[in-house]
């Protein structure tokens, strides 16, 4: 079975996405690779921050994506410090499903990934 080593995400601005990745999310620059890339970590995740011509605009819930979901230990905190730094959450309260409450949000491309407080 294959295994997923590297996940791309596309970016019209490689510098504010590197800002936004890392302040926001925690990743820390693992390589620059310019002028079309760079290779971010987290937690033995890596993601290729990958120059695009322009932002995603998908539609949340109507348009087929891939989203990223990324795991916490108190959601309510983190939708706190994410209105504070400005993030774009797609829903105003956690919703519920049967592996955890979670939200979606974008990066400031369009991208929609989420933030998941998984069951026990």
Not at 42 to 69: C, P, V, Y
Not at 95 to 120: H, K, R, T, Y
Request: proline share 5%; aromatic share 10%; net charge negative.
């Amino acid at each position: 079975m294959p295994q997923i080593r590297l996940i791309n995400i596309y970016v019209s601005d490689l510098e504010r996405a590197r800002k936004w990745y890392c302040d926001v999310l925690g990743f820390e620059i693992a390589q620059d690779l310019p002028p079309l890339a760079m290779e971010l970590r987290h937690d033995g995740i890596t993601l290729l921050l990958h120059k695009a011509e322009r932002s995603a605009r998908n539609q949340f819930w109507t348009d087929s994506m891939i989203t990223l979901a990324l795991a916490t230990d108190d959601i309510r905190r983190d939708i706190e410090r994410f209105r504070t730094m400005g993030v774009e959450i797609l829903h105003d309260e956690p919703q519920f499903s049967p592996f955890g409450d979670w939200i979606a949000f974008n990066d400031p491309f369009g991208n929609v990934l989420e933030l998941v407080q998984f069951n026990e």
